[in-house]
């Protein structure tokens, strides 16, 4: 099974890469896009016990894919 | 081989050394050479800081800088160790990526971002020391101005509004930018710990304390710590 853990900086805090991409692409005349903030995505393979594998992922994502100080992350499994 | 000992060295300096670091020889021979202190190495996977009086975590691009700079240095044995000497008491200084690994680890508060211009900066630049009651300034004037270089993509400051208050109140800001290179809020440089024995920074001072490289601002830094390191010697005889 894989999931996915998207981290993203926190709205708060100034997102540089986010800011450059806005400017091109509304350089490049898409007027219809507002503002755009980068992230990144893990697809973490995992196996076992899916309680525990939930678990495992939810502390995996808040102490070391993410950095709470400037990221926000969000956990997401396969619907079956 | 690595180690120098000179008759009038007082005190001993670990550099500590991760897959990726490149500044680690620029401090060794910064405060061996330069200073005339002792200077040793220490490995990533050592689980020790052995006898040093002062650990300096070099500039670098440790673990190739994956996942966030600095993010995985800070599982490495050896900063479980420096983790335990800066809860001692121990003196901890962190120059570019060490900065960024000692807040990564919780040593220091806040986080290094992106420069807001998205581009990577190598050029000496102005700081004023912010405060000289530090074990890393004492020899340095408040307000005084030094040039040393930067050389970072990653060194834009944050840190939320209550924790920059509380540096300020706490007079923990050791450096300003003079003319802000890379967006870092309220133009923060370097920053102490709550107890004032770790030090974390951007900009360079191990590449600034040899004639040759064109500027000796450096070595006051390191003078400081070595003023800092004899008179607490002296207090406690």
Known sequence: MTARVYVSPKKTVLDPQGQTIRAALQGRGYASVGNVRQGKV??????GDPAQARKDL???????LANPVIEEYRVEWPEN | MWQTCSYWSSMKFGVVVFPGSNCDHDAWYATSRNLGQEAEFIWHDSSSVGDVDCVIVP??????????????AKFSPVMQAVKKYAADGGLVAGFCNGFQILTESGLLPGALLMNKGVKYI???VGL???TANSPFTNQLKAGEVVTY???????????????????EAEDRIAFRYTDNPNGSLRNIAGILSEGRNVLGMMP???????????????????QSIVAHH????????
């Not at chain 2, 004899?230 to 005889?237: G, H, I, Q, V």
């Open chain 2, 128 to 130: 004023a020391t912010a």
């Open chain 2, 59 to 72: 500039g670098g691009f440790s673990y190739g800088d994956y996942l966030r700079c600095g993010a995985i």
């Open chain 2, 149 to 167: 270089p930067i050389a970072h993509g990653e060194g834009l400051y944050y840190a939320d509004g209550r924790t920059l208050d509380m540096l």
């Open chain 2, 204 to 222: 360079h001072p191990e590449r600034a304390s040899d004639p040759l490289m064109g500027c000796t601002d450096g070595l006051k830094l390191f």
């Open chain 1, 42 to 47: 893990f697809e973490v393979e995992v196996s």
């Open chain 2, 230 to 237: 004899s008179a607490s010697l002296t207090t406690t005889k």
């Open chain 2, 122 to 124: 190598c050029r000496p």
């Open chain 1, 58 to 64: 939810e502390e995996i994502a808040r102490t070391i």
